[in-house]
């Protein structure tokens, strides 16, 4: 995932849908959202997503998001969606309302964009943090025409330029707790803003079902089901191709980062797609869906047993990769050439394409996968966002 500026790539590399029948009543006003308008929740049942709600009133709509950042228990929040077209309730005087759909948004994290492309609403981004590090080639040219401002990101953040856009939603993410005095102060400024926890889901396929959670902003219930839909056929697809292979590589991640090896979880989205890869997580009996700091002489030892190494930052060529500690060339990865990693699609300003379309497709980062670990399946060697380091 990718945060602002890739600062949290670089640190540690979301409750069944409450469904409501769709009713038509009316607003104080006596004014009615029309069949259109209502219709946008009808797609919007969960299947995989544990870290957000949405529950349908009949003339608005209740998203709530739940313990929204690593190591939160018992925190939710409710944003209030009431359609542009109808006056809002009586009952929501002193709630979050957010008018829908909205047309001026700003992502405080890269990893947004690809359900804002997804969803084809890149129009409708105004600002970021860390333009440089986008990945998007239509949100690239729009960035390079001034369409598109860069807000900065942590104690940088330029409060003066967000008021100065109007956005009607800023799309924020939590790491910590400490969020919440960012989540005030934009709030003392009259501004809406929404956290997306994608990043906490446990499979690669509720963290692309959040695409539902930001169509529910943009009046997009029915696309952004369609879309997810498909890339779920097509991920169960490619899982089932693998599901009966009797040899399981087993598989390193990752690369230390300033002396702490951060570790995917066992139970993280990563591990998942390892596992639906018909491969085996080298940690997999951690019990953890955040990441988790092991020794580098753990990994020295633990390497021994992997057949594959993938996801190792940022490094292009073994030449580098051992650059960064001698030690690994003696990794039998390393001697194999079993050495593959997810930076294939990355921009000028190093944007990793992973990060940003990846997070809504994991359909390919499977097939990708499936490719690597098991050519004798799948001996076509075109990959999406990996390529073999060498």
């Given at each position: 995932?990718?945060?602002?500026?890739?600062?949290?790539?670089?640190?540690?590399?979301?409750?069944?849908?409450?469904?409501?029948?769709?009713g038509?009543?009316?607003?104080?006003?006596?004014?009615?959202?029309?069949p259109?308008?209502?219709?946008?929740?009808?797609?919007?049942?969960?299947?995989?997503?544990?870290?957000?709600?949405?529950?349908?009133?009949?003339?608005?709509?209740?998203?709530?998001?739940?313990?929204?950042?690593?190591?939160s228990?018992?925190?939710?929040?409710?944003?209030?969606?009431?359609?542009?077209?109808?006056?809002?309730?009586?009952?929501?005087?002193?709630?979050?309302?957010?008018?829908?759909?909205v047309?001026?948004?700003?992502?405080?994290?890269?990893?947004?964009?690809?359900?804002?492309?997804?969803?084809?609403?890149?129009?409708?981004?105004?600002?970021?943090?860390?333009?440089?590090?986008?990945?998007?080639?239509?949100?690239?040219?729009?960035?390079?025409k001034?369409?598109?401002?860069?807000?900065?990101?942590?104690?940088?953040?330029?409060?003066?330029?967000?008021?100065?856009?109007?956005?009607?939603?800023?799309?924020?993410?939590?790491?910590?707790?400490?969020?919440?005095?960012?989540?005030?102060?934009?709030?003392?400024?009259?501004?809406?803003?929404?956290?997306?926890?994608?990043?906490?889901?446990?499979t690669?396929?509720?963290?692309?079902?959040?695409?539902?959670?930001?169509?529910?902003?943009?009046?997009?219930?029915?696309?952004?089901?369609?879309?997810?839909?498909?890339?779920?056929?097509?991920?169960?697809?490619?899982?089932?191709?693998?599901?009966?292979?009797?040899?399981?590589?087993?598989?390193?991640?990752?690369?230390?980062?300033?002396?702490?090896?951060?570790?995917?979880?066992?139970h993280?989205?990563?591990?998942a797609?390892?596992h639906?890869?018909?491969?085996?997580?080298?940690?997999?009996?951690?019990?953890?869906?955040?990441?988790?700091?092991?020794?580098?002489?753990?990994?020295?030892?633990?390497?021994?047993?992997?057949?594959?190494?993938?996801?190792c930052?940022?490094?292009?060529?073994?030449?580098?990769?051992?650059?960064?500690?001698?030690?690994?060339?003696?990794?039998?990865?390393?001697?194999?050439?079993?050495?593959?990693?997810?930076?294939?699609?990355?921009?000028?300003?190093?944007?990793?394409?992973?990060?940003?379309?990846g997070?809504?497709?994991?359909?390919?980062?499977?097939?990708?996968l499936?490719?690597?670990?098991?050519?004798?399946?799948?001996?076509?060697?075109l990959?999406?966002?990996?390529?073999?380091?060498?």
């Amino acid at each position: 995932m990718q945060f602002w500026s890739n600062t949290i790539m670089l640190k540690f590399f979301p409750i069944l849908i409450l469904f409501s029948i769709l009713g038509l009543s009316s607003c104080k006003s006596g004014k009615k959202a029309s069949p259109e308008k209502l219709k946008i929740s009808e797609n919007l049942k969960l299947r995989n997503a544990k870290g957000f709600t949405i529950t349908n009133f009949g003339n608005y709509r209740k998203v709530t998001v739940i313990n929204p950042w690593e190591q939160s228990g018992g925190i939710s929040f409710d944003y209030y969606l009431v359609d542009q077209s109808i006056e809002i309730p009586e009952e929501l005087k002193g709630k979050q309302v957010i008018r829908t759909p909205v047309t001026r948004v700003i992502c405080l994290s890269t990893s947004h964009v690809g359900f804002l492309s997804a969803l084809h609403e890149t129009s409708s981004l105004k600002a970021l943090s860390g333009t440089s590090f986008v990945s998007d080639p239509e949100v690239q040219k729009s960035i390079a025409k001034k369409e598109i401002a860069d807000v900065g990101y942590d104690q940088g953040i330029n409060y003066e330029l967000i008021l100065s856009l109007k956005p009607d939603l800023i799309i924020a993410y939590g790491v910590g707790g400490d969020v919440t005095g960012f989540l005030n102060k934009l709030h003392d400024l009259g501004l809406n803003v929404i956290l997306n926890g994608e990043y906490l889901e446990e499979t690669p396929l509720a963290k692309a079902e959040w695409i539902k959670f930001i169509g529910a902003f943009y009046n997009k219930g029915e696309e952004a089901g369609a879309y997810f839909s498909t890339v779920e056929k097509n991920y169960n697809s490619i899982a089932q191709t693998v599901g009966s292979v009797r040899k399981h590589p087993v598989v390193l991640t990752g690369l230390p980062y300033k002396d702490a090896w951060w570790m995917a979880g066992g139970h993280s989205n990563l591990a998942a797609l390892i596992h639906d890869a018909g491969a085996e997580f080298l940690w997999k009996d951690n019990s953890s869906r955040e990441a988790f700091v092991v020794s580098l002489e753990e990994v020295v030892i633990r390497s021994a047993k992997a057949d594959f190494w993938i996801n190792c930052g940022t490094v292009n060529t073994i030449e580098e990769l051992i650059s960064t500690d001698s030690r690994f060339s003696s990794f039998p990865q390393v001697q194999k050439k079993a050495i593959f990693n997810n930076n294939l699609r990355v921009g000028p300003g190093g944007g990793n394409d992973y990060w940003e379309r990846g997070v809504v497709r994991p359909d390919l980062i499977l097939a990708d996968l499936v490719r690597i670990f098991h050519p004798e399946i799948d001996t076509t060697q075109l990959f999406n966002f990996y390529k073999r380091v060498q």
